[in-house]
């Protein structure tokens, strides 16, 4: 796949997910096969005032490139400030314009720009002028079910320069509730020129084979159905390539969870990653038996080294993270 200069192993991208896709949860879906990665939303707002954790959203590691880093904000100025700013340090460019989230909505940026297509415009051209980078931008199907204007956005995205655009076809006021319209991704591929990537609702690799021959679109990204499960995307991949699906095993589940908490302990130091891995440890454990007591256990825990111990013992290990090369995580 290929957006603007930027050319793609594969069009299996992960999405940007605030409160997730930090460095370490980038590196295990990389190892995983995934062609793209994207930062956390980064505020523009935060990066032209040198803010040091919003800074820190930028930073990764030379195994996760081809990088993308997504920024957000409401005004054309400050955006093109950040993505000159932003433009040593990915290598593409992503404008958030579908987060649903009361706090991003109440400044004017994320999906609030579907309800303003004239400043969603302006933001995208005044990026486009400060930025030679690849770029694109994330969209929902619109508002609200009276206002459903992706193809009016897309359009937009396209007159201006943009490189691809990602939908995820649901209404702002939908949130991740009720199902995705994977029509819409249909339609918008059908009025657009450039690539077009689908998401939402891919939770197998059967799903976003199915969303590609049903809407033509160009890639498809993984988000939700990415939480403790990166088989995912080698799963697609090989069912791309014509190849079976492989199920992981519960000792491959807690070998990659283990990897995974050291890729944590290594970018954030031990405090951090104890609280950061509860949530992936128990969606790692999600469907086993056991699994229920393992969650009450993990979210209990406060030591580094029981939290590994027992996540050892859940998954049957005899070996530490250390003796497990991290690119053989998945």
């Known amino acids: ?179 995705a319209q994977w029509d819409d991704i249909a339609s918008l591929k059908q009025a657009l020129k450039i690539p077009v990537v689908g998401s939402g609702d891919i939770y197998a690799p059967t799903d976003a084979i199915d969303m590609l021959a049903r809407t033509g679109c160009d890639g498809v990204m993984i988000g939700r159905g990415g939480y403790g499960n990166p088989w995912l995307v080698k799963n697609i991949l090989a069912m791309q390539r014509g190849e079976a699906e492989h199920s992981p095993t519960r000792a491959e589940r807690g070998t990659t969870a283990l990897v995974h908490l050291e890729l944590q302990r290594q970018e954030m130091g031990d405090a951090r990653a104890l609280l950061e891995m509860r949530k992936h440890l128990c969606w790692y454990a999600r469907g086993l038996n056991g699994a229920a007591e393992f969650r009450r256990e993990v979210n209990s825990t406060h030591a580094i080294e029981t939290l590994r111990s027992r996540v050892e013992q859940f998954f049957g290990l005899n070996i530490s993270a250390s003796s497990q090369p991290a690119e053989q995580a998945v």
């Not at 931008?137 to 009016?152: A, P």
Request: charge should be positive; hydrophobic fraction near 40%; proline fraction near 4%.
């Open 1 to 179: 796949m290929q957006i603007g200069r930027l050319l793609l192993k594969n069009n299996v991208l992960l999405a940007p997910m605030a409160g997730i896709t930090n460095s370490s949860y980038r590196r295990i879906h990389k190892y995983a096969g995934a062609g793209l990665v994207f930062s956390e939303m980064i505020s523009a707002n935060g990066v032209i005032r040198d803010g040091k954790r919003t800074l820190e959203l930028a930073e990764h590691h030379e195994v996760e490139r081809p990088f993308a880093l997504q920024l957000f904000g409401d005004d054309p100025g400050v955006m093109a400030q950040a993505a000159k700013r932003c433009s040593s340090m990915a290598d593409m460019l992503d404008i958030n314009m579908g987060c649903p989230v009361r706090k991003v909505i109440r400044s004017g940026a994320g999906s609030a720009l579907m309800s303003n297509p004239k400043r969603a415009g302006a933001i995208i051209a005044a990026v486009r002028r400060a930025s030679n980078l690849p770029l694109s931008v994330k969209i929902r199907s619109g508002w609200d079910h009276e206002q459903r204007n992706f193809v009016e956005l897309g359009l937009i995205a396209e007159q201006e320069g943009v490189d691809a655009v990602t939908l995820h076809p649901r209404t702002r006021t939908q949130g991740f509730g009720g199902n």
